[in-house]
């Protein structure tokens, strides 16, 4: 075996050299990209725990909302669903700002925006403590508010896909449990807050805690860039000018490393298929290497655009990155890079290019075109409708309607974060299980959500309601955690970011909508049952949504399955490859 493989390698080797004779100034002709190689460790775990306080405070204090919404409506003298529309505005504004918020951080960098967000955030919560009429505070703390927290949360998830490549999935994690342990944290300190200095005063302590994030931020330093040789794309080699697309040394070299893999250290050489796989995978990424085709065009890197952190085609991918075929197809981690780091060319030059280049490719609708981001979109718009729920009206619902101590239900947001914190860490273990694909277990996690949610109604007791905090906190965090997860696999990682910005945005105007309808059917009912059965229904229903995108994604590979098998039989080569 290892003695055929030392042919092919000196056969590959005299081709290479008949091509490297025809080299003209290869010194002065080659071409090289930029890239940023995130060190997935050192300086990144500071950036990682500042993001994951970003993340624990603007979570924990949007979803901390429903444990004082009721002292504005006191204030005010306002309906539920007044109340409720500030934070659906906050929530919603938070959402839709991602894509404005991600094509910012590619021309402005993520330190800066992350820093300016955080003051309007601020700025805007503690001047809607002066608000003369909800209306006002609709504007300030909801539309302003919103938008600014959504300038700092974004930057801090793009931050992680930046300085993390292989640890990816770990650092996601991280970060976002910082969401469950906000709603931990907040809920109880939100109502302390209240109680002990009025609801004007504890707002205004809470502006000041979310505008630590501009400290968080000021961690957000861009990597330097280096460069690397440049891998010609397949229209740009020429007779005249063929160079190796790789500073490998020559495969003549390699069959040193064969024949030391084929040597045992007392000297003797074991029998062939003793290290047949490894011969094999060193064959395998050698190849890889020594490609000089690729199906993407793309002009070459330069240092300015090597910095731009939304060029990356995977920086807000949440998931283990070795799971992508991007990932699989190429021998090291910066010629991934290298190869998933994308710059759209056009003619025109403006100083504002980075930025539109972002902005256009996140509100790009003609991703709708394929049906399964149709369906996507759609799911995750059922989901919302219920999402905030058992955030707004849980603890209202033990309060009013099972006369629970106030101090004692405000710590149900409490147990949905430990949950959710919980779940979050495992969910990606999870998916690891033989037959447990992502995409099933969102599936799951939205069923039993909405059956839980279903039965709140029956939930008589505190024991039965903390009960359900738990399961559904738990079960929902597969859905929240894993669907960029699914978004990238359905669609491909190189039209992800405008699925990704399509998924948000429609979030987006679901949060809009979702909770102020939610209150004004508990304003003409007198009863929180009916919006807690129209959520679990929702849950239900984008998990049937999700299912059926299960059914499309099985039948379309078994489609692909049949072109392949016909394309063998008529092409014996194949077979003999």
């Not at 910012?104 to 992350?114: E, M, S, V, Y």
């Amino acid at each position: 075996m290892a003695k055929e493989i030392e042919k092919k390698l000196e056969a590959e080797a005299v081709e290479l050299t008949s091509d490297k004779r025809k080299l003209r100034k290869l010194e002065d002709d080659e071409e090289y990209d930029y890239i940023t190689i995130p060190p997935d460790g050192g300086f990144g775990w500071v950036v990682l725990k500042a993001c994951f306080l970003i993340n624990l405070i603007i979570d924990g204090f949007l979803y901390a909302f429903g444990a004082i919404s009721d002292d504005l409506k006191e204030f005010y003298h306002c309906p539920e669903w007044a109340v409720s529309l500030v934070i659906s505005l906050a929530c919603g504004f938070y959402l839709l700002s991602a894509p404005i918020a991600s094509a910012l951080c590619n021309k402005f960098g993520c330190r800066p925006i992350g820093i300016i967000g955080s003051f309007i955030a601020a700025l805007a919560i503690a001047a809607s403590v002066f608000s003369p009429n909800i209306y006002i505070m609709w504007l300030l703390f909801g539309v302003i508010g919103g938008i600014g927290m959504g300038l700092v949360y974004l930057p801090s998830i793009v931050m992680v896909g930046y300085y993390f490549e292989e640890k990816r999935a770990i650092a996601t994690g991280i970060v976002t449990a910082g969401t469950g342990i906000g709603s931990i944290t907040f809920g109880p300190l939100s109502r302390l807050l209240f109680d002990q200095f009025g609801w004007k005063k504890g707002l205004i302590i809470l502006a000041c805690i979310v505008a630590l994030c501009a400290a968080c931020s000021t961690l957000m330093v861009p990597l330097k860039p280096t460069r690397k040789r440049r891998i010609l794309q397949a229209h740009e080699i020429h007779d005249e000018d063929v160079f190796p697309p790789t500073t490998t040394s020559p495969l003549l070299s390699d069959t040193k490393d064969f024949e030391a893999i084929g040597t045992s250290v007392s000297g003797h050489k074991p029998s062939p298929t003793a290290h047949e796989g490894e011969i094999e995978e060193m064959i395998r990424k050698r190849s890889r290497a020594n490609s000089a085709i690729s199906v993407k065009s793309r002009q070459s890197i330069k240092a300015e655009d090597a910095v731009r952190p939304l060029y990356k085609e995977d920086v807000l991918y949440q998931g283990d990155t070795k799971d992508l075929p991007e990932y699989q197809s190429q021998p090291d981690i910066p010629t991934y890079i290298q190869e998933t780091t994308k710059i759209p060319d056009t003619t025109i030059k403006s100083p504002m290019k980075s930025f539109w280049d972002v902005f256009l490719s996140m509100t790009n609708f003609n991703v709708l075109n394929d049906k399964k981001m149709i369906i996507i979109c759609l799911a995750n718009v059922c989901s919302m409708i219920g999402y905030y729920t058992p955030y707004l009206f849980i603890v209202k619902v033990a309060t009013k309607e099972r006369s629970i101590d106030p101090r004692s239900a405000v710590f149900l947001l409490s147990i949905i974060g430990f949950s959710n914190t919980f779940v979050r860490f495992t969910s990606g273990w999870v998916t690891k299980i033989p037959k447990m694909s992502p995409l099933l277990v969102n599936n799951i996690g939205l069923t039993v959500a909405g059956i839980a949610t279903l039965l709140v109604p029956f939930c008589r007791t505190h024991a039965l309601l903390i009960t359900y905090c738990i399961i559904w906190g738990g079960f929902i965090a597969f859905h929240v955690s894993l669907s960029p997860v699914i978004v990238c696999q359905l669609v491909g990682l190189e039209r992800y970011s405008s699925a990704l910005g399509l998924t948000l945005m429609f979030r987006g105007i679901t949060s809009l909508s979702a909770p102020p309808i939610m209150g004004a059917i508990r304003d003409a009912t007198s009863s929180f049952n009916i919006p807690f059965m129209i959520g679990g229904i929702s849950f239900i229903t984008s998990a049937l949504m999700h299912f059926f995108l299960m059914w499309i994604n099985h039948q379309e590979i078994k489609e692909k399955e049949k072109i392949d098998k016909g394309t063998t039989k008529t092409n014996p080569a194949i077979i003999n490859a």
